[in-house]
């Protein structure tokens, strides 16, 4: 039956009359009653193929695009694409190396046809993205903010402590930069709290530079009262809206 | 006439009251003991008589009963006081009705208005009634499109004529705006009202923080600041193209930009030096001079808008932050507070006062609200104005030198209000959202 179904179009009206008279005389007897099925059409020439992939060597990430050709074929696959037209062109992004194959067939037999694409392994930026991605969650998880007494952006003795450490870690990665952003708690008054939160990251900023680290990979900015990390009104919120900052600066 | 126009003078002149420093709060004010000028203003008559002219009639009447009521120069008279019989032109005033008791007004407003062909007639007069001879003061005619906008629009201008005359040849303020900062869209932006908090827009979509803004004194640009990717910016909103214009960027922060009153300058606070201090600029943004250089913060800066010799700011140099003044060029620091949490201030048209916001017992135990007050510059004494508890926060003088507007979270949420410069006839502005920072236009 299989076979069967891959007749051509002009075909296919004799076979439906082939399987009628097959399912009218088995409703009644049994399988042998089947007639034989009816002769095949006349043979046709074997199926050609070719495959061809333009450019076949590139970049992951990058697109290629897929060229094929068939005669006689009744049926074409290419095993990436399922079914395909018996000519035609597709372009396609292979993340490794790949081998395309094409399946071309019809009554008379089958023909193959691959075309190998070679993917380099990516450069630079794909793993720049990941390695990205970890430095900035070293970054958070070392870095330790600055908190300060209300009112006041002078780092205290144990904020000095803190910022030697996160120096340390500074001075392991020299490449990273970073924002300082100084905020301050919801009272006081809108202004002067943008002004004090710039100089609390000013203050921090010095602090680091004064530990070695070179203000050229330092940015600072204020936000005043205007994102703080805990909305409550409560002294151990305030406390925690008190602070410098660190993010990491893509 | 002369003495409506004395009156006014004496408008500020209260606060010297001794006794009221330093003691808990006695109501003081701008106008005790002057005689207020009794004015009565009925209804316009109407002279059509559609649903259209009713609905502009409401309009217009509100808004002129408002502007005048708002004035702080009227005592008004009671409605329940008018003769029965309301005049709508010259000769239907009979002025003795409504110069002896009980309206025993000193002045009588009125007109009549109508839609003709699409355009809304107003006429209005002012008469003295102690002038039975020649009682006209004023005599004015408007005419609009018949829009709700121009309702309020005509009533303002009437209105400011009226107190044009009696009070003082000092301009109204019906015609002037207000810019302040509202998070009601989501995030905080620059947005722009009538005095009387009509007509709401929203002028800025930065899309994440707007503050501080101050229109410029020719009324065709708002300074403000914004976060932008270099940081906080001085940005400018041009209110004759509808969009951000360009202005010179700086290094560091920039905020709390403020306009001298001769449009020549803008002066910011910058920690383009890694420290907070006061720069004057150009007002397109070239020429930036530093005007302060100290370790603590110093932000908000606000011109004297009489000689723009002198800035006052706040600056948190010794700790909490005071006001003190200076001149233009930086030298000449005085200090104007000596205690507490003091900020924003603003200088008042006439050269004269400072109002701002002072959390003036601040410490552990201590009352910590935060109330407006006004302080004489010369003599350093003050007045409180607010009393109402919360937050209040961010005065601005009206150009008329009568009003002040500012915030307050004393129903809850931030919102903007407006009163007296002797903190009476207070009105909130505002209702949606959270609304803050207000500015009150030059003109």
Redesign the interface.
Known sequence: MEEQLKLTRSQWFKVVVALAVVLAVSACGKKKAAPPPPPPPPSAPAPTASLTANPNALNAGQATTLIWKTDYATSVTIDQLGKVDPSGSSTVTPTESTTYHLLAKNDSGTQEATARVTVMPAPAPPPAVTSDETQAQMFAQNMKDVFFDYDSYDVTQQYQQVLAADARFLKQHPNMKFTVEGHCDERGSTEYNLALGDNRANSTKQALVSLGISGDRIRTISYGKEKPFCTESTEACWAQNRRAHFVYQR | MKRYMAIQLTLFLLFAITGAFAQDWIRTGTGLGVEKIRLAAPDFKQVTTDSGTQNLAMTFNTTLSNDLQSAGIFDMVSRSFYPLSVPGAPQEVHLSDWGSPPPSANMLAFGNLGVQAGSLNVQGWLYDTKNPQSPQVLGKQYREAATDENARLVAHRFADEIIFRLGGGIHGIAETKLYFVSSRSGT?EIWQMDYDGANQKQLTHLGD?A??PHVSPDGSRVAF?G?TKD??QILMYSLELGRLVNFTRFG??N??PAWSSDGQNIAF?S?RS???EIYTVSSSGGNAHRLTENK?????PTWNPKTNAQIAW?S?RT???QIYTMASDGTNVGRATDQG?A??PSWSPNGQFLAF?WVRHYGPGAPGA?DIYVMDIASKQWVQLTHDGGRN??PSWSPDGRHIVFQSNRTGKVQIWSMLADGSETRQLTTAGEN??PNWSFK
């Open positions: 905080k923080i503050l501080s600041s976060v940081g906080w560091g922060d905020y709390s606070s920690s890694g420290n907070t603590g913060p110093d932000v908000s706040v948190g700790g909490l932050p949490y900020v924003s916001a935060s926060d961010f803050s920072q």
